[in-house]
């Protein structure tokens, strides 16, 4: 019992020692293949400060997310960041990415896009991430690929930003 207790303690000191800072820097993006709509759904999250402090620094403005101080302001940039830094090829064919919203879980800023697929017979898939590289040195990216047959993560960051993922 007391063992438990000293690990729960220990556990919550830990948590408590990220609020507010963290010293990685780290996003991740799932890449969900769902054959039944027809679609690719993709959902990233990144830490809000991150995401705060780059758009301050391309937009030499003071913004601040949760709640929004430019709301339409931060969902153009937000988007455009977005569509930049993800590229995704289906067969060695490039692929329109949908942006369709952002939110915020806790210190997360999470968004969401999906890519309508016009075939359902899918080989590979090749993804170039570089979300944040060239903005923070130390900066890794987690893609998690998800098919109905295989599911594999690959972790990028700035010499090697692209994933080729074989479906055979």
């Known amino acids: 019992m007391l063992k438990t207790k000293v690990i729960v303690f220990l556990f919550a000191l830990l948590s408590m020692s990220f609020v507010g800072s963290h010293d990685y820097y ?18 990233s999250r990144f830490f809000l400060e991150d995401i705060e402090a780059y758009m301050q620094d391309k937009q030499n403005s003071k913004v601040v997310f949760s709640p929004d101080s430019h709301p339409d302001e931060t969902d153009a ?14 067969n ?23 890519v309508p697929m016009l075939t359902s017979t899918v080989t590979s898939l090749q993804l170039t991430s570089t979300f944040l590289l060239d903005f923070i040195e130390n900066q890794q990216n987690i ?11 690959f972790l990028l960051r700035n010499k090697f930003n692209s994933l080729d993922f074989k479906l055979k």
């Open 26 to 43: 780290l996003s991740t993006t799932t890449v969900k293949w769902v054959p039944e709509k027809q679609q690719i759904q993709l959902t």
């Open 77 to 90: 940039f937000i988007e455009k960041f977005f569509i930049d830094n993800l590229t995704l090829r289906l």
């Open 92 to 114: 060695d064919f490039s692929q329109k990415i949908t942006f369709l919203g952002r939110e915020y879980q806790e210190e997360f800023l999470v968004i969401y896009a999906e």
């Open 143 to 153: 893609v998690h690929v998800k098919t109905p047959a295989k599911s594999k993560s």
